[in-house]
Every structure is written in C-alpha cells, then in structure tokens.
C-alpha cells in the first residue's frame, strides 16, 4: 500500500493547457515536497509546504498543502514543454522524523 | 548539476555478481542517501548515513549493504545480483538529518543484471 497515493499516474497534454496533479495520503505530514524529474537525471526539489492551506508558487506552477496536511495538489497553468517529467511528491510524516515516504509520481508529458 | 557524483553511471553484470556503486556529497553535506528506482516500485527508500553512521533505513534487502567513510563519500554494495535488482540506484545528499531538509541528488547509476 503506497502510503503517498499520486494520481493521475500519467498525463499527456498540449502546450498551453492547464492541468493540475494530486498527492493523497490518509496520514498527516509535517511537510511534503514536490520533486520533477527529467529522463536520465535526479530528482530535483520545486518546493516545500508546512503549513496547512499553505500556497506557494513558482512561476507558472502553483503549489497547495491541504488544510489537514493529509494530501497536497500541483497546478500548472500554460504548459510548456519544458514541463515535461515526472513530478514526485515526498512527505515527512508527522512523529517521525528520520525518512521521507515518496509518492510513485505522476508522468507528465507536454507536446508542442 | 546538483554537486552529487555518483560513480559509474551504467554497469551491467551477470547474476550472481557483486557490485560497488560510489557516492561523492555536495560539499559540506554530512547526510547521504541512497534510492533505488525501478518502474514498478517507483522511488524507494534504501538507507541514510549522517556523518559516518546510519541514520535511517529504509527498504534495503540483506544482500545489500552500505557505508559512509570519514571524508563523507558512501558506498552501496549489492551482492548475489538477481535480474530483479536491475534499476536506476540513486545517491542523494543534503546538509542536515530532517526529511525536511533539501535532498539534492546525483544522476544515478544504471545497474542492469543480465
């Protein structure tokens, strides 16, 4: 059972549309991080949320942690193929501090 | 470039073998981490090691193992190879020993078994 449940698994959209992704848990983080990757590199962290109903945005990307800081939701608006990856999210759930839980990602691709 | 180096980027080998995948951290970082990724199992945790000692581990099998030296670099070894521990094997590290902390990490090996 994936404690970090993404969804969609994969996407596929034409440039300059909008599309937002999910990460859903039952459990309570204290923090969750969103992570793209792109063929044949590392992950690469976007953001950090803390705080419940926290919003934070990066450009054209728009992060949000739900209130409960049980789930989290990705919103891109424009795609871009550069956007192009797979976007993973990762949690630290509250009460234990020593490991992050990863999502298994949703696959993003953008086609011009 | 996230300042990680992972060493060596591809390896195939047969069954059975045993390899030794090489991890250098950003400079300054005393936390690293080692991942594997496959398809099916997306990301998984393997083991951390903060300043020489291990730190949290994660879903390592016994036939792996891993350590980090005094000058901070790591080592993951994986012994008696099946087909199935063929995946991309990441190193990552970062400053402190929070998972809140930035995980930066290199660009992985490629381990196939054959």
């Known amino acids: 059972t994936q404690l970090l449940e993404q969804s969609p698994q994969f996407l596929s959209i034409q440039e300059g549309e909008n599309l937002t992704v999910y990460c859903n848990s039952s459990?309570?983080?204290?923090?969750l991080q969103w992570y793209r990757q792109e063929p044949g590199e590392g992950p690469v962290l976007l953001v950090t949320?803390?705080?419940g109903g926290e919003v934070k945005k990066l450009k054209r990307l728009t992060f949000q942690f739900g209130d409960a800081r049980k789930d989290s939701s990705l919103h891109i608006t424009a795609a871009q193929p550069g956007d192009t990856g797979l976007y993973l999210c990762?949690?630290?759930?509250?009460?234990?501090?020593?490991?992050?839980?990863w999502g298994l990602g949703t696959s993003l691709g953008v086609n011009p | 470039d996230s300042g990680v180096t992972q060493t060596p980027k591809h390896l195939i080998t047969a069954t059975g073998q045993r390899v030794t995948l090489r991890c250098s951290p950003r400079?300054?970082?005393?936390?690293v981490y080692w991942y594997q990724q496959s398809l099916d199992q997306g990301l998984q945790f393997l083991i951390q090691?903060?300043?020489?000692?291990?730190?949290a581990k994660g879903n390592i099998l016994e036939r792996f193992s891993a350590q980090q030296f005094p000058d901070l670099h790591s080592e993951l070894n994986l012994s008696s190879l099946e087909l199935g521990d063929s995946a991309l094997y990441f190193c990552?590290?970062?400053?402190?020993?929070?998972?809140?902390?930035?995980?930066?990490f290199g660009e992985g090996s490629w381990l196939t078994v054959v």
């Open positions: 400079s300054g970082d005393l936390s």
């Open positions: 090691y903060y300043n020489g000692e291990e730190r």
């Open positions: 990762a949690g630290a759930r509250a009460g234990n501090n020593r490991k992050l839980i």
């Open positions: 949320v803390v705080t």
């Open positions: 459990s309570v983080f204290s923090s």
């Open positions: 990552a590290s970062s400053s402190g020993t929070s998972p809140g902390n930035t995980i930066y």
